[in-house]
């Protein structure tokens, strides 16, 4: 018993590795990774491992908390495309910042593309440029207040945003579909 607390530190190791796969919010995610690489070098420490300590110190918990910054901060942005003319539309900006809300529950940032024709915006979908387009329908139905209409090209974004869609978007029609 008189090393009680080389068992309660080594104990934090479960714990917080526990906690970090738990966590859905990807930065406190990377905070709780940090301190899993910090109960990870004291234990080394204790334990007589002072170079493996280090290693772990300096690669296992530096290097690898800066690279996921970098790799959640570049692929957790949806991005959709826009027509240069439809931009300044009032309604497009509301849809746009209630979409943005919808999608920031996720953890996920909005980034609005803008191209200049039609043409274009389509073939950035299809080349995967962008994850979905929102743009002018040409058929206006039963007097619609507006005539948005979005299409998204991967089915997880579409079943985020397919729930919020009555209820967010009452009071404009935006239509979703999912192109394969």
Do not use: W
Request: proline share 3%; charged share 20%; glycine share 4%.
């Amino acid at each position: 018993m008189e090393n009680l607390y080389i068992y309660i530190i080594t104990a934090l190791m479960p714990i917080s590795a526990l906690l970090l796969i738990l966590q859905p919010n990807p930065y406190y995610a990377l905070v709780i990774r940090g301190i899993l690489g910090a109960v990870a070098v004291l234990v080394y420490v204790i334990l007589g491992g002072a170079d493996v300590a280090l290693t772990e110190a300096l690669v296992g918990t530096l290097l690898t908390i800066a690279l996921y910054v970098i790799a959640i901060r570049s692929s957790m942005i949806v991005k959709i495309g826009v027509l240069t003319e439809n931009e300044t539309s009032t309604e497009l900006t509301e849809i746009s910042d209630k979409l943005k809300g919808v999608i920031s529950q996720h953890y996920l940032r909005l980034e609005l593309l803008t191209y200049d024709t039609e043409k274009q915006l389509n073939y950035a979908l299809e080349n995967q440029d962008i994850h979905g387009i929102i743009n002018c329908s040409t058929s206006i139905e039963n007097n619609s207040i507006s005539p948005y209409k979005t299409i998204v090209r991967i089915p997880r974004i579409y079943e985020i945003i397919e729930p919020e869609i009555n209820y967010v978007f009452m009071d404009k029609k935006l239509e979703g579909t999912i192109k394969h």
